[in-house]
T-cell receptor
Framework: DQQVKQNSPSLSVQEGRISILNCDYT??????FLWYKKYPAEGPTFLIS?????DKNEDGRFTVFLNKSAKHLSLHIVPSQPGDSAVYFC???????????FGAGTTVTVRA | NAGVTQTPKFRVLKTGQSMTLLCAQD?????MYWYRQDPGMGLRLIHY???????AKGEVPDGYNVSRLKKQNFLLGLESAAPSQTSVYFC????????????FGPGTRLTVT
């Protein structure tokens, strides 16, 4: 039973516009959330994270929002660039075992 | 500084054959992990290690064994490969367990026929 869900398998956005990726989770014990980016034939690379004590974290063009009451987080990419075309994974950590639980990923395509 | 490396990059096995996937990291990380990625399922944890000489089961450990004889290496073994083990395998390492990211290798694509 997946505890982290990314319900949109794909997203297409025009260059320069905003990309919004969504992630829902079921385990209320999760206290740290991460986003990873993956290009074909490469391993995932860390993008941005947020602790459960915060509701927003920003790093350049990337912002992650956390809504604990809704068990929902989102990643905003503004403005979107062609190099952002990749698969994005949402992940969460349970402090009871420190294991990462991953969502299934969202494939983002940025159109020129 | 190579980060996390994995060998081999690709492998085709016949059902029942065995093989070992090697993961190496040069970042002096204590924690190492093996994941498999399957379509529509994200990454699932197979086994992990919290230090040299220690291993523990993850979410999908059946059919796999691991060893961490040296801090920098984490081996994943398949004793008798099955078609259900066709997947892309990723190794990762991290310097802490809570609140820090994991660094991933480039992956090994394994096909079992």
């Amino acid at each position: 039973d997946q505890q982290v869900k990314q319900n949109s398998p794909s997203l297409s956005v025009q260059e320069g516009r905003i990309s919004i990726l969504n992630c829902d989770y079921t385990n209320s014990m999760f206290d740290y959330f991460l986003w990873y980016k993956k290009y074909p034939a490469e391993g995932p690379t860390f993008l941005i994270s947020i602790s459960s004590i915060k509701d927003k974290n920003e790093d350049g063009r990337f912002t992650v929002f956390l809504n604990k009451s809704a068990k929902h987080l989102s990643l905003h990419i503004v403005p979107s660039q062609p190099g952002d075309s990749a698969v994005y994974f949402c992940a969460a950590i349970d402090p009871n075992d420190y294991k990462l639980s991953f969502g299934a990923g969202t494939t983002v395509t940025v159109r020129a | 500084n190579a980060g996390v490396t994995q060998t081999p990059k690709f492998r085709v096995l016949k059902t029942g054959q065995s093989m070992t996937l090697l993961c190496a990291q040069d970042m002096n990380h204590e924690y190492m992990y093996w994941y498999r990625q399957d379509p529509g399922m994200g990454l699932r944890l197979i086994h992990y290690s919290v230090g040299e000489g220690t291993t523990a089961k993850g979410e999908v450990p059946d059919g796999y064994n691991v060893s961490r004889l040296k801090k920098q290496n984490f081996l994943l073994g398949l004793e008798s490969a099955a078609p259900s083990q066709t997947s892309v395998y990723f190794c990762a390492s991290s310097y802490c367990r809570q609140g820090c990211e994991q660094y991933f290798g480039p992956g090994t694509r394994l096909t079992v026929t």
